[in-house]
């Protein structure tokens, strides 16, 4: 079983960065694509950012040029860079494993919540 575990959010003000962590347990780590979801209050989760498991990144254009997401395969870890944080960016935001293994499961970490202060 897969669990990921979020942390790094806070409260921030406008300009301000912060770095999200998202840890998961298991050996599949490596082997799968990763993303950064975020669900802000009374709109649908969105993607934010993904890497594949040999680095390729993709980003919502509503953060190219702010965020950046990059993986450490050897500390089973993805991050999340967030700079010049926008009252926007204020939500609740989720780390994804895969699709992985012959099923193509997605596993969801319980989220983290990001409050940008204008």
Same mark, same amino acid.
């Given at each position: 079983?897969?669990?990921?575990?979020? $942390?790094?959010?806070?409260?921030?003000? %406008?300009?301000?960065?912060?770095?999200?962590?998202?840890? %998961? $347990?298991? =050996?599949?780590?490596?082997?799968?694509?990763?993303?950064?979801?975020?669900? %802000?209050?009374?709109?649908?989760?969105?993607?934010?950012? =993904?890497?594949?498991?040999?680095?390729?990144?993709?980003?919502?254009?509503?953060?190219?040029?702010?965020?950046?997401?990059?993986?450490?395969?050897?500390?089973?870890?993805?991050?999340?860079?967030?700079?010049?944080?926008? +009252?926007?960016?204020?939500?609740? @935001? @989720?780390?994804?494993?895969? +699709?992985?293994?012959?099923?193509?499961? @997605? @596993?969801?970490?319980?989220?983290?919540?990001?409050?940008?202060?204008?």
């Amino acid at each position: 079983q897969v669990q990921l575990v979020e $942390s790094g959010g806070d409260l921030v003000q %406008a300009g301000g960065s912060l770095r999200l962590s998202c840890v %998961a $347990s298991g =050996s599949i780590f490596s082997i799968n694509a990763m993303a950064w979801h975020r669900q %802000a209050p009374g709109k649908q989760r969105e993607l934010v950012a =993904s890497i594949t498991s040999g680095g390729s990144t993709n980003y919502a254009d509503s953060v190219k040029g702010r965020f950046t997401i990059s993986r450490d395969n050897a500390k089973n870890t993805v991050y999340l860079q967030m700079n010049n944080l926008k +009252p926007e960016d204020t939500a609740v @935001y @989720y780390c994804r494993l895969g +699709p992985s293994g012959l099923l193509g499961m @997605y @596993y969801w970490g319980k989220g983290t919540l990001v409050t940008v202060s204008s």
